[in-house]
């Protein structure tokens, strides 16, 4: 249960009150930080403001209350607006709840399994390819609102928006492009100033002035949404069926892996930071619980987030208290200052987000991988990113790991070799006393030497054991598995039809120097008894003398 446990339950234990300071006021800090985002990826997502700022408040607590993370701060990111915006406009509100209660369970259960390390499993491919698609897509929905363009809702379809975007882009507002402009030139050049302050909020501050005091006609939060609502956020229950419950199974299982990797990416970057270590476990549980908690109360889909974690860090928070404050910091803007959100124009919100995806696309990683990496990792990243942007991030994920699953086995398969010896050849290296080259083979006798793993990828390379023991001459066929780290049901079968074959010509096979898996695996199969405790031998000397002896016609 230790793996388990919330990161906060043991800091707590000489906590000071010097800490406590610091964690406030980073605390506070990051509620700074978060509040122009939290906004603005709820209406890039399609819902209203105060969504963003739920999911911050209350994903937020429950994610540094329960998770594995001295620092971690929970909230939205931009990783799931994609996602959240195609469920929105096909299941609505009741469908996204839905979802994202499935997600939370779905991490529940992989925290509780001890599934927190699996997630390296997922290739850096599919992670840097997915990423940069969701970057380009978020990045292209924010065009409607940085340009002020006069049209309706934006298609989810890639394609869609851009033509959508061709087709109104006469109605380009040359007011909101000046407020956009500006706020992208704050953002770019603010952190030359300090890093004190988040560019982001300098950016809504200075546009929402010259937007409220300028004769600019711009839209705002307030023109688009109308009043914003300072209530606190209600427990709601989604009305749904089972139907939906079906057809949102693979979106739910998305959130959860996305909300994984994230989490615990950022808990690895923070750990470099503050010199501790993340219980992926944990993180997975509390990410669950945050997720399942946001839905409840009319949140988004929530997880680490990378840029607000590292904030935290640096402005000295060291304990899940910083989160928390964070959380209740946001608390008390919503309920006094929500309203003045109203007045922040559109197209710095848009600006905002274009940063952001500017910020997440990690367009040198991309680069560095095409120039270094090799065609099948090319392959799986390219094929990943396109079709994140073209279709979406499920049917990116899914044929990405089918993808580079089958050119992992195939790279493996092609380290398989499987080498064979009937007589003694020039010996080449007299310092290696493991050579089969320094050793006589028996007449009549063949070694096989099979290096790499067995398995189903390379059976077909095995069944040239057969083919050898056809030769009239031969009376015992040795195997040298010493090269053989692992096999698997299939390697075995086809090792069953080399037996069958050496059976049938009164040949006898012999294993030399098999390993622990494979052995294993032969004696549960029942194959060790069939070819008898006699032909396995700790060596290939013992397999030669064996065979030698066989061969003479000596009994062994």
Known sequence: MESIKPKLFSVMKDYSKEQFIKDVIAGIIVAIIALPLSIALAIASGVNPER????????????SFLGGSRVQIGGPTAAFVVIIYGIIQTYGMDGLIVATIMA???????GIAHFGSLIKFIPYTITTGFTAGIAITLMVGQLKDFFGLD????????????????????????????IGLVALAVLILWPYVTDKVPGSLIAIIVTTLMVKFLPLQVNTIGSVYGELSSAL???????????????????????????????LLSCVVSDGMVGSRHRSNAELVGQGVGNIASALFGGLPATGAIARTAANAKNGGRTPIA??????????ILVVLMPLAALIPMPALAAVLIMVAYNMSGWRECITLVRNAPKS???????TLFLTVVFDLVVAIEVGMI???????????????????????????????????????PKGTLVYEIEGPMFFGAADKFMDISIGAGRHHIKAIVLRMRGVPAMDATALHTLRSVYGVCRKKNIILIFSHTQEQPLSMMQKAKFYDEVGAENYCENIDAALARAAAICQGKKV
């Open 52 to 63: 963003g700022l739920y999911t911050a408040i209350i994903a937020g607590f429950f994610i």
């Open 104 to 110: 939370g369970i779905i991490l529940i259960i992989m």
């Open 151 to 178: 049209m309706g809702a934006v298609p989810s379809e890639f394609a869609a928006k851009l033509v959508a975007y061709g087709k109104y882009f006469p109605t380009l507002n040359l007011h909101a492009l000046l």
């Open 233 to 263: 956020p209600k427990f709601q229950l989604p009305h749904t069926d089972l139907a939906m419950i079906m057809e949102l199974a693979s979106p739910a299982f998305t959130i959860a892996i996305l909300a994984a990797i994230e989490s």
């Open 323 to 332: 989160g928390i404050v964070h959380a209740v910091t946001l608390l008390i």
């Open 377 to 383: 990792d090319i392959i799986v990243f390219a094929l």
């Open 403 to 441: 993808v580079a699953a089958v050119l992992f086995m195939k790279r493996m398969a092609d380290t398989t070799e499987l080498h064979g010896w009937t007589y003694m050849d020039e010996v080449e290296n007299r310092n290696d006393p493991d050579n089969i080259k320094l050793r006589a083979v």
